[in-house]
């Protein structure tokens, strides 16, 4: 059965810090990695996530993916209270119809 | 405007009765997912379709169950066999193939008393 563990469960940093999100996973037949934002109800799209040692970038959030040892993280640079949200990481088999999701980081930004 | 829809936004009902949630979009995408989500914890998969007529079921499908009959709609019924029927339900959509990006609704929330 496909497995994904993120740590930690939750965060609390103030704004202009720094976080780093983990994502670990065991999955038969990897095809890709995704991380969500979900603030209050509809997770929304950040990354995919394919091959090993590209990272891709958006802003001030970054993410990079490690297919030897099975993790990717997501990193979040001089934080905003804005980034205040549940951070899903989810992987994906090469059944392209199936993919499961870990429980997600509760990320808050205080002022 | 393109998206997805799920309706209603919030559900009561009685223990013992079935209820039906909403799901349309009108991305054109192939593929459909349900999924619920309970406090403190990531979405488990209940049902998942990729094609009209046809459809798997997730991790945790027992006291469920979906139809696709057409391309743009795949409601879920939550049974008087399940369980623990309280929770929030997204539904999603996605390009079959790319095995990437889902599109979600905005969730009903369903609470059983």
């Known amino acids: 059965e496909d497995k994904v563990v993120q740590s930690p469960l939750s965060l609390v940093v103030h704004e202009g810090d720094t976080v780093t999100l983990n994502c670990s996973y065991e999955?038969?037949?990897?095809?890709?990695l995704l991380w969500y934002k979900q603030e209050k109800k509809a997770p929304t799209f950040l990354f995919m996530l394919?091959?090993?040692?590209i990272e891709k970038k958006s802003g001030r959030l970054s993410s990079i993916l490690d297919k030897k040892e099975l993790f990717s993280i997501l990193n979040i640079t001089a934080t905003q209270t804005g980034d205040s949200a549940v951070y899903l990481c989810?992987?994906?088999?090469?059944?392209?119809?199936?993919?499961?999701f870990g429980d997600g980081t509760t990320l808050t930004v205080k002022p | 405007d393109g998206g997805i829809t799920q309706s209603p936004k919030y559900l009561f009902r009685k223990e013992g009765q079935n209820v039906t949630l909403s799901c349309e979009q009108n991305?054109?995408?192939?593929?459909m997912y349900w999924y619920r989500q309970d406090p403190g914890q990531g979405l488990r998969l209940i049902y998942y379709?990729?094609?009209?007529?046809?459809?798997q079921k997730g991790d945790i499908a027992e006291g469920y169950s979906v139809s696709r009959e057409k391309k743009e709609s795949f409601p879920l019924t939550v049974t008087s066999a399940q369980k623990n029927p309280t929770a929030f339900y997204l539904c999603?959509?996605?390009?079959?193939?790319?095995?990437?990006?889902?599109?979600f609704g905005p969730g009903t929330r369903l609470t059983v008393t």
């Open positions: 999603a959509s996605s390009i079959l193939g790319l095995a990437g990006e889902q599109y």
């Open positions: 999955v038969t037949n990897f095809r890709s």
């Open positions: 394919t091959s090993s040692g």
């Open positions: 989810a992987v994906i088999n090469t059944n392209a119809g199936k993919s499961t």
């Open positions: 991305l054109n995408h192939d593929a």
């Open positions: 379709s990729q094609i009209v007529n046809d459809f």
